[in-house]
DNA sequence: CAGATTAATATGTACGTACATAATAAGTCA
DNA sequence: TGACTTATTATGTACGTACATATTAATCTG
């Protein structure tokens, strides 16, 4: 008689899943402690520990040294998404990307950009505003304030040429990045550059970024009528 | 002497972390082996491991069996939202909630709908409308389909006194959800409801989830004007 | 009986061994 | 020289041991 084959961390991660799902463990519930878990599905308890920090990362249980297992009294639905460059976007469906410079200058930057990177004092700054076109129509106007402290070789870049959201993905690594979402009405050059008529509801995609505590970057990309963002499945 | 302390998988994540940020491992790069980052470093090779798995969850590197491990060409920017219940989040923000049920129907799943869920055939599903208030001003409207296949128990909940979101949230587990957001210019009965002018842009979060295959509820939640969501930190 | 202290506990972690396996490189063959 | 097969390799994983540590429960003291 063959060794019987041992329990994956993902069979026991689905196990544990499934009684959750079965409300066996409802919400405020308290799970087993991992060791007896372990016995129970006859496999070690690292194993059910590898299973559980994955049901952590996903929301699905809480996890405390001595305090042991629970599943989340109040539940949130946890939904990661994957924002690619713009180029990257377009061309992943099938659509033929263009980029166009609208403006660039240096400038102190202004209370509302202060208040997104946590600032107390202007600091110059370059405003880069640039439209990203997929099949040759608008798709997303970018505006973009880089803080020269951090990214003063942005000033040697032809951003005529090559769009900011790339070059400093490329070459500008991040330590922090804070990720919102909003809406707002198309009102005079966003209207415009976009192409559409005023009014028209445009969904905000605010992205800034951080090195160490040092600003780096923060763009507002304001997103043609019809566009829907989706989590990764 | 006392024995050196042994390096943790957090220290070795800062330290690979950090020769990406700074180039030392550029985009498209291939990383060492993690035995041989192991040996570099003077921990174990579970160690590197360790702190790889979590990179990668970060999109930081990719890994592959045999094809080793690499930092991304094309960069993306994951960032992770936890969507709480409605009353949680306005208690959150220290305000008073408040929820109306506005409509109740049962009536079959317009196209739309099946769209949402990947249905070919319509089916029979509970259509709910309601409006969750914030210091008893209009905060989220939302518009809710749910099957009846799936969840027959709906029928007997009153939603005049219990929202909708707080008990499938905790009665009715999904194994699957697609989170969406996009924006929307308000009109008619969304105007009406949220008590803002028409043509105003708002933030829709679309949120759909499954048991197995097999839907469970769809909704679509309009946010008041100004209202923002943010990446968890 | 409340606050402080101590003990116990359940999860978190470093490691090493042994093995699994996906993926890449090398070799073979027509 | 391209297609196919085989070998090699680098990561993935199950486990067990030993220890760390955050947290909770129990105990002590005034």
């Known amino acids: 008689m063959t060794a019987e084959p041992r329990l994956s961390w993902t069979e026991v991660r ?32 690292a194993t059910v520990h590898r299973a559980m920090q994955d049901l952590a990362a996903a929301g699905l249980v809480e996890r405390r040294r001595r305090g042991g297992t629970h599943v989340p009294n109040d539940p949130v639905t946890r939904a990661t998404f994957d924002i690619p460059v713009t180029r990257r976007e377009v061309e992943a469906r099938g659509s033929l990307y263009g980029y166009r410079l609208i403006s660039r200058a240096i ?50 870049v032809d951003l005529a040429q090559h769009s900011a959201n790339e070059w400093l993905v490329h070459h500008k690594p991040y330590s922090r990045v804070d990720v919102r979402f909003h809406a707002v009405n198309a009102e005079g050059e966003i209207a415009r550059h976009l192409d559409t008529p005023r009014g028209s509801a445009l969904l905000v995609l605010e992205r800034t970024t951080w090195i160490g505590s040092a600003p780096i970057t923060t763009v507002q990309s304001v997103a043609a009528p019809g566009y829907e963002v989706a989590a990764q499945s």
């Open 14 to 45: 689905d196990t544990i899943r499934a009684r959750i799902l079965a409300r066996h463990y409802a919400p405020g519930d308290k799970l087993p402690r991992d060791e007896d878990l372990a016995r129970n599905l006859g496999c070690a308890r």
């Open 107 to 156: 400038a102190e930057s202004p209370p509302a950009v202060m208040a997104r990177f946590g600032l107390q004092d202007p600091s110059p700054m370059l405003h880069v505003r640039a439209l990203h076109l997929a099949d040759r129509r608008p798709y997303i106007l970018e505006d973009r304030w880089i803080d020269l402290a951090t990214t003063p070789e942005i000033l040697e």
